[in-house]
């Protein structure tokens, strides 16, 4: 009988991380859709009413979701208050406050960086330029994600499950 | 006028430290500070200039200041533009903007020249930062001498850096307010602050004290502005800084025919100087002014030389 529960456990554990792995996929995914949603956003309160930076990202910070919302309260705040000489070491102190809520990789990361490097440093042409080139990459990094997730998907479920089933057999 | 935290603040940290280590009393009377690419840094003070030393303090020696990089012109600007360079486009196209608290940047760098003339600057080379000045009282005695019993047409001429803006905003302020002591009322005035020196508008926002009933339009050319204000806003002064030019004699020409009373500034050295100057000579020999003030630079800014009534 306690065998028969400890099996159970075992079998339900690895299959909810099974599905956990296959969720986090999808949270990265969901995370990079967001975040190009965010930039469409940010673009229309940039090059269309010229707004300020610090007010661009709290008015945005209102409509999206959470981590990216504290994310840009965080920057937000930082920017108002001077924190450091550039933008670019602004974002990156500002995204290291953040990096465990955010489950993007380090070429993701990247394109983010350069995108507020270069927001802090360009007039308004140079800002479309930048939208649509960020634009474009974010795009093709989210294809790639859906595309892992579709792929692995099903396969990291059942592996859960069966990695489970093969600890009990072992054990048995 | 000392340095406060919002004018170290635009200063990137190597900058504000050397601020910080120098000693406020050091800073007393800055007018200016200026930053130049590859040369020492420097601020002005009491009309004659200084260098900052590496380890903060005002020095003498060239040798021993601090010197400015191009990295640290960028920084500032950054800053300064609140890291929204995109922002402030227009003024990089003027040549200058306006920070927090009034105070005014002068930027020269490489121009980028469009189809209408100066598109942006880039490559900036050196910073002028001008420490806003704000005498509160300045006025007092003219507005008593000369407004109590009723607004009059007004010019105040002197060469630059005689105080000129400094009055007029002073002015404005007594008659915006009203002031008892003076023995003025209220006045609904206009203000057409082209060059942003007279409010020192920041997003739009008067920086410095205007009085209660000043409506400001900030940066816009004074003959459209003039219209502007007679049309939306009835105003019962209105003041202008450093008019010149035929087209802003016709849009004032138009005010008085509107029974708007006007107080301007104009650079020229003398009354004899601005009597033949195209533009103000028709100003005069119509008498479109009734007191014509001149400053001087005599006993320090802003000293009153004479007042000429005109009718």
């Given at each position: 009988m306690l065998k028969l529960i400890g099996g159970l456990i075992i079998i339900i554990a690895s299959t909810i991380t099974g599905f956990y792995i296959s969720h986090l996929l999808y949270e990265k995914v969901r995370q990079l859709r967001e975040l190009q949603y965010a930039l469409q956003i940010l673009e229309s309160e940039i090059i269309?009413?010229?707004?300020p930076l610090y007010v661009a990202l709290s008015n945005l910070s209102l409509k999206v979701n959470e981590p990216l919302k504290a994310l840009f309260i965080d920057l937000a705040n930082s920017i108002k208050d001077f924190e450091k000489d550039t933008l670019h070491d602004i974002f990156i102190n500002s995204f290291d406050r953040h990096k465990d809520r955010f489950l993007l990789e380090k070429e993701e990361i990247e394109v983010l960086v350069s995108f507020f490097s270069s927001l802090g440093t360009s007039d308004l042409e140079g800002q479309k330029k930048n939208f649509n080139l960020t634009m474009k990459k974010l795009d093709m990094l989210e294809k790639k994600a859906d595309d892992k997730r579709q792929r692995n998907d099903k396969l990291v479920k059942y592996l859960g499950f069966a990695s489970g089933i093969l600890i009990v057999v072992i054990l048995v | 006028m000392i340095l406060t935290k919002e004018i170290i603040e635009i200063f990137p940290e190597e900058i504000s430290l050397v601020f910080r280590r120098t000693e406020p009393n050091d800073m007393q009377g800055i007018q200016e500070i200026r930053l130049r690419a590859n040369k020492p840094l420097m601020i002005v003070k009491n009309n004659s200039d200084f260098f900052i030393g590496i380890n903060g303090g005002i020095t003498y020696d060239c040798n021993s200041a601090f010197l400015v990089n191009i990295k640290d012109i960028e920084r500032t600007i950054q800053r300064m533009t609140n890291y929204s360079l995109y922002s402030f486009e227009d003024e990089f196209r003027n040549g200058y903007l306006t920070l927090k608290g009034g105070h005014r940047v002068g930027i020269v760098g490489r121009t980028v020249l469009g189809s209408e003339g100066i598109k942006t600057l880039k490559n900036i080379s050196a910073l002028n930062v001008r420490i806003a000045r704000e005498i509160k009282g300045c006025s007092d005695a003219i507005v008593k001498k000369l407004y109590s019993d009723g607004i009059k047409h007004t010019l105040i001429i002197s060469p630059p850096g005689c105080g000129k803006t400094t009055l007029l905003r002073d002015i404005i302020r007594n008659l915006s307010d009203g002031n008892k002591r003076l023995n003025v009322r209220g006045y609904r005035i206009g203000v057409v602050d082209e060059r942003g020196e007279?409010?020192?508008?920041?997003q739009g926002v008067?920086?410095?004290?205007?009085?209660?009933?000043t409506d400001v339009l900030d940066s816009c050319p004074k003959t459209l502005g003039i219209y502007m204000l007679l049309r939306?806003?009835?105003?019962?002064i209105i003041a202008v800084d450093e008019i010149g030019g035929l087209d802003d004699t016709k849009a004032i020409q138009d005010a008085l025919k509107a029974g708007v009373k006007i107080i301007a500034t104009a650079h020229a050295g003398t009354f004899d100087e601005i009597k033949v100057r195209a533009g103000f000579k028709e100003m005069i020999e119509n008498s479109f002014f009734d007191v014509v003030i001149i400053l001087s630079?005599?006993?320090?800014?802003?000293?009153?030389?004479k007042i000429i009534y005109l009718t």
């Open positions: 269309y009413s010229a707004e | 007279i409010a020192a508008c920041h008067p920086q410095l004290d205007v009085g209660l009933r939306s806003m009835g105003p019962e630079n005599k006993r320090g800014p802003g000293t009153i030389e």
